[in-house]
């Protein structure tokens, strides 16, 4: 009986501690809504769809959510509430960009609904032996490629263009080995995106298991990137990519990435009076700025605060889906 007692606490505290965890997200992404609230015309195309991803999420947790106590259903009635303001400012911002940059718009338009983005629906690690042995020391890709091979994956390269183009150059870019920091995540983000685009004539089957070693060789690599970033201290330069890993990696449904430390880090760096991440640092100027990067009146980086809630939102289905093992019959 003792031994039972024992187990029960532990039940209890761990409980306890993941309802706080939760909390925590629910206030956290509760900032980031209200940043984007007020800052909806504003929005680059990139902030937009972290944010989309963030809706993508916020829909499957208040699908999934364990009705386990009380306190879980409270949590759930502030996560419905959260996400009915997201959909409105969402709509909001995805008309201004519509109006702002129609070109961009059109041609990126798929990623813009919740819809096409898959939450994670079972979880693995990543496998320390799929690291490079070496890694290169700048970026190989380029940003004006990487735009044009997406667009050949959607088919909105051109008005009712054909989806699942790969042509030679975006294969070679997309498959090499030993590619470092945001050239690496966008790899992961391409065969994302391609299995997510679901071609018709294609061999699905196929194209689910090369996309899931892939997966798996391009995530080991993130994962050590990021403890590389940890073992040296987070700076203003590798928070961003630290930060873009963890979204990444948590769609692709690697557990192993919603460390809470990790967390932590996240939380940190949200500025509580207006809710968005990276406002007025240095990062800003250090950082290679993407073509479409966007800082914003406030001071605030719409790239840093759309990977920031987006990772969030993984967290907030990590720790669900890992409340929901653990739930216990209603009696």
């Not at 909001?92 to 990623?111: C, G, I, Q, S, W």
């Not at 470092?180 to 298991?209: C, E, W």
């Not at 798996?216 to 890993?245: P, R, W, Y």
Request: hydrophobic share 40%.
């Amino acid at each position: 009986i003792k031994a039972l007692k024992q187990v029960y606490i532990c039940f209890i505290s761990l409980c306890a501690s993941r309802a706080e965890v939760i909390d925590d997200l629910l206030g956290s992404l509760s900032r980031g809504v209200s940043f984007l609230e007020r800052q909806h015309e504003h929005i680059n195309l990139d902030g937009a769809v972290g944010f989309v991803m963030l809706q993508a999420e916020l829909k499957e947790a208040v699908r999934t959510w364990p009705h386990t106590d009380p306190v879980s259903w409270a949590q759930r009635t502030t996560a419905v509430a959260l996400l009915s303001r997201l959909d409105q400012s969402l709509d909001k911002a995805v008309a201004a960009l519509r109006l702002n940059d129609p070109k961009y718009y059109r041609e990126f338009e798929p990623l813009l609904t919740w819809t096409f983005w898959m939450i994670p629906q079972e979880w693995r690690s990543t496998d320390p032996s799929l690291v490079y042995p070496s890694t290169l020391t700048s970026e190989c890709y380029d940003e004006q490629l990487s735009d044009k091979c997406l667009t050949l994956l959607l088919g909105t390269w051109k008005m009712n263009g054909t989806p699942c183009i790969v042509t030679k150059p975006c294969r070679d870019t997309m498959t090499r080995f030993g590619c470092p920091h945001y050239s690496l995540s966008h790899q992961l983000l391409y065969f994302m995106i391609g299995r997510m685009v679901k071609p018709s004539t294609t061999n699905t089957r196929a194209l689910r298991d090369s996309t899931s070693i892939s997966n798996h060789i391009f995530c080991s690599n993130m994962m050590k990137a990021n403890q590389d970033i940890v073992a040296n201290g987070l700076t203003e330069q590798s928070v961003d990519i630290f930060i873009e890993n963890i979204l990444i990696c948590g769609l692709a449904g690697f557990s192993d990435f919603q460390k809470t430390d990790w967390l932590q880090h996240i939380l940190r760096l949200q500025d509580d009076e207006v809710g968005c991440f990276g406002r007025d640092s240095e990062y800003l100027l250090l950082r290679p700025v993407k073509r479409r990067e966007k800082i914003l009146p406030d001071g605030c980086s719409s790239h840093m605060t759309a990977v920031a809630v987006g990772a969030l939102g993984g967290y907030l289905n990590f720790h669900l889906t890992e409340q929901d093992i653990t739930k216990r019959p209603l009696s």
